[in-house]
């Protein structure tokens, strides 16, 4: 809408925050050939490497495939039946989302020991990652016009054939969508494979990381992991393009008439308590029993609250740096169309799809050469978390931005402001609210990143979730308990602050 | 003197899609002209161009002898002394009225007076520390208007500001909008797609059409003497009879006619009258007659609709009050004033 072109004092520190967001990725592939492109072949080609892929993938399909199933059918009850507390189930439906992977992992391998491996890892992920489908699915049935399936019923197609027919072939966009941030986070998800010992891609890095001194062979593996993992958002992006199609007229107020359940009642209410009990009440209880069962000998209050305040404030600067690199590219994004201001978001949102474990080697690896100083220094973990959450608040930012009006910029640019001024005195006071949800969810997904910490934090140093994965790692799971309780407390606040904002 | 003058303005998007084909306008100081056409004719891009949010291909913008764009020169829009009213009014939901008010006011001294000044010229005096959201939709058009005007603009450009407010009070809002601007004495352009807003509150109307002004003059120009059938259906309703022209009339299906502009050799061509030129007679006499095939009422006036034996298509007539007849019935027309022909 506005003048094609951004202006300089937007546009310098935009293209600064898009190149810091790079580097990594450009860092990875140049550190990889380093010893050779036909040496970095030879480490991806090996058997070894095509296990780990077929690995990675086979979780991925079966996460994807069980998340489907899960997403579809919990949204179709909630939404669409006369199920008994439908508005309910459909808030508790998604807060598994607040449950790090890691988390889930602790809670089932520490009530159900034999699970780990591939099962307990496909469990684990597919219990914190459902609500991916459920979310959009639940959204593209509340969008579809009711007057359509009444249509089909009066060209007299049964209620099963208009759901196969009519409602279903609508639903895949946004299933499509939600399947490939499943597979996404199936595919980049390093805690939860790493603690139920099932060797995928991420955990490979880590120890091809650890083992050696030579680090190139984790530099390729990185790279192939990366492919893998921006084809899949590129899919995931294209899908979304197309979604718009899916939309029928100008959104209906036309509420549905809910389908009665009948004798259905029952086992519907049983199928989505089953999968509530298993993604919330589970990992809750198990956690709540390694309180209480802990040995009161191995309580160290003063070392917990040491540990959460080191959490606390990573997060903090976490949060901080990406919050303030992502406004110019927000605001960007929200108000200027063409190739310059289109890239600039495409390379803010590389974190979206790189895996922390290789966001945080190329780091490793950048510091070693070029910084030295830094190598194991928190500035450095501040920055990885940077790279890994520009998108949530680049994403917050534009969301915020696109909120006011632009004609308003342009009544402040009538009335004699600069463009920087309108910047400090409308686009910025406006966007605000927004852009401080964006930095507080920041915030909470700085506190549970789990690969990148691990890697890079200072010698000596843990937060919550290093912790937690230490402990659980070596089987001490009452240990573990009072980290993950705090994790999961500290985490809410700011989440509890977002969903009331929110309503 | 604040002259508003446009020369050759042309704006394309893309190769096909020309918007301003070397549009020119002028607007003398101090009057309040329409740019008035159908949607997509252009009239958005012209305004964005005059107030210096797009850069125009080619053509000339100057107001008061300021050339503010032109080849080589395009002055930003916060040095260009041009206010905007936009639709829905668009005032900052940050900030109070007052202040939403003062935001253009740069001499801190004359501030509060100049708010308080202006919001007792939109008849908004007390309403200072509001919020827009406490405010109706017509206050907060009326709080735009005086935040466009407080700095003393050289133009103001009123973008379909009246569209947002229904019809009952859309009336009100305008006679006031024109009260202040006359007010201030400021030069300004209101932008609508709508004839009736054009005619009854500008000086100077502006049709536009396919990028380029079809036709400018006052409302009763416009109306009455149309460049063409298309400028006189938009303007108003309007009823087309095939006839011939003579130095200063024309015979029709309905009669002769006093043309407004003679023509010299007998033509062939479209006579354009308006629905009140057309009266309804006893049937039978001396005039034309037709059957009634449709009735309209509006309360103060009606429109008869009339298949005559000899016009390919129905005339509507407007008729005052009373409606004397019924579908179907018969009854004789006959023709009033002076008309258009064109060719």
């Known amino acids: 809408m506005t003048t094609a072109r951004a202006p300089w004092v937007l546009l310098g520190p935009a293209c600064l925050a898009g190149a810091f967001a790079l580097l990594p990725l450009g860092y990875l592939a140049v550190r990889s050939l380093e010893r050779g492109p036909g040496f970095a072949w030879s480490v991806v080609t090996t058997e070894g490497t095509a296990l780990l892929l077929g690995r990675s993938l086979a979780l991925a399909v079966v996460v994807v495939a069980a998340c489907l199933l899960l997403g579809i059918s919990l949204a179709w009850l909630t939404v669409r039946t006369a199920l008994p507390g439908g508005r309910a189930w459909s808030v508790v439906a998604t807060l598994p989302l607040a449950v790090p992977s890691y988390v889930a992992a602790f809670a089932w391998l520490s009530a159900v020991p034999e699970l780990a491996g591939f099962t307990g890892s496909a469990v684990a992920l597919t219990l914190v990652s459902y609500p991916y489908v459920y979310l959009p699915v639940a959204a593209a049935l509340r969008g579809i016009d009711p007057a359509q399936e009444e249509a089909s019923r009066s060209l007299g197609a049964g209620p099963v054939r208009t759901f196969l027919r009519v409602t279903l072939p609508q639903l895949r966009p946004a299933a499509a969508g939600g399947g490939l941030l499943v597979a996404l986070y199936a595919l980049s998800d390093f805690g939860a494979v790493s603690l139920m010992r099932y060797d995928t891609f991420t ?37 979304r393009g197309r979604r718009g199609h899916a939309r029928t007229g100008t959104g209906t107020a036309r509420p549905f008439t809910p ?78 169309r063409g190739r310059a201001a289109d890239l600039l978001e495409q390379a803010a949102y590389a974190g979206h ?151 | 003197m604040t002259e508003l003058q446009i020369e050759g303005l042309t704006k394309a998007y893309g190769p096909d899609t020309t918007v301003l084909h070397g549009l020119d306008l002028t607007v003398p100081s101090g009057s309040l002209a329409a740019v008035l056409g159908p949607s997509g004719c252009g009239k958005t891009t012209l305004l964005r161009i005059i107030a210096g949010f797009l850069r125009a291909d080619a053509g000339t913008v100057t107001v008061g002898g300021r050339t503010l764009t032109g080849p080589g020169t395009h002055i930003p829009p916060e040095r260009r002394r041009i206010g905007i009213v936009p639709q829905e009014g668009a005032l900052f939901p940050h900030l109070s009225v007052a202040r939403n008010v003062a935001f253009g ?20 005096a007390g309403y200072g520390d509001r919020m827009p959201h406490e405010l109706s939709g017509g206050q907060q058009q009326r709080v735009a208007l005086a935040r466009a005007l407080a700095p003393e603009p050289a133009l103001v450009l009123l973008d379909e500001p009246f569209n947002a407010l229904d019809s009952a009070l ?11 601007l006359r007010a201030t004495g400021a030069t300004a352009l209101l932008v609508t797609h709508d004839q009736q807003e054009a005619l009854s509150t500008a000086d100077l109307v502006a049709v536009v059409r396919e990028g380029r002004v079809a036709q400018c003059g006052s409302p009763q120009d416009v109306y009455s003497r149309p460049i063409d059938p298309w400028v006189a259906g938009f303007v108003g309703d309007a009823v087309p009879l095939p006839g ?98 064109h060719l």
């Open chain 1, 203 to 239: 955990r490979g890095i880590y120890t091809s990381y650890r083992a050696s001194f030579d680090r190139t062979p984790a530099a390729a593996l990185s790279v192939v992991l990366v492919v893998m993992t921006v084809a899949l958002v590129a899919l995931e992006t294209r899908t």
């Open chain 1, 259 to 336: 389908v009665p359940l009948g004798r259905m009642t029952i086992p519907a209410l049983a199928w989505c308590g089953a999968v509530v009990a298993a993604a919330v009440v589970f990992p809750l209880a198990t956690l709540g029993y390694w309180l209480v069962a802990g040995n009161l000998a191995t309580w160290d209050p003063a070392g917990l609250l040491n540990i959460a305040g080191v959490t606390l404030g990573v997060a903090a600067g976490g949060a901080a740096l990406t919050t303030v690199l992502a406004l110019p590219v927000g605001v960007v994004a929200a108000r200027y």
């Open chain 1, 353 to 503: 799809a790189l895996p922390g474990i290789t966001v945080a080697l190329s780091m490793v690896f950048f510091a070693v050469r070029y910084a030295n100083p830094l190598y194991q220094e928190l500035p450095l973990l501040v920055c990885a978390y940077a790279v890994l959450f520009l998108p949530v608040a680049v994403g917050a930012t534009r969301a915020a931005v696109l909120q006011s009006p632009p004609v308003l910029e342009d009544v402040a640019r009538s009335l004699g402001r600069s463009p920087l001024r309108v910047l400090r005195e409308v686009t910025v006071p406006l966007a605000a609210p927004g852009v401080a949800a964006g930095a507080a969810l920041t915030f909470v997904v700085c506190m549970k990143e789990l690969p990148a910490t691990l890697l890079l934090r200072p010698t000596g140093m843990d937060t919550l979730a290093t912790r937690l994965w230490t402990e659980t790692g070596v089987g001490s799971y009452a240990d573990a308990a009072p980290y993950a309780a705090a994790l999961i407390l500290l985490a809410a606040v700011p989440s509890y602050l977002l969903g009331r904002q929110r309503s």
């Open chain 2, 105 to 124: 006011l740069t001499d801190r001294a004359a501030r509060r007076r100049r708010t308080e000044e202006m919001l007792d010229l939109v008849g908004l």
């Open chain 2, 170 to 180: 859309r009336a009100g809002v305008r006679a006031d909008v024109r009260a202040a």
């Open chain 2, 244 to 341: 011939t022209a003579v130095n200063d009339t024309a015979t029709t299906a309905l009669g002769t006619v006093e043309l407004r502009t003679p023509t010299e050799a007998p033509l062939q061509g479209t006579v354009l009258l308006r629905p009140e030129q057309l009266r309804l007679t006893e049937p039978g006499e001396t005039t034309p007659d037709g059957i009634v095939t449709d009735v309209r009422y509006y309360g103060h006036d009606a429109m008869i609709t009339i298949t005559v034996d000899g016009l390919d298509t129905p005339v509507d007539i407007r008729i005052g009050g009373h409606v004397p007849l019924r579908p179907g019935d018969r009854t004789g027309i006959r023709i009033t004033g002076q008309a258009t022909f």
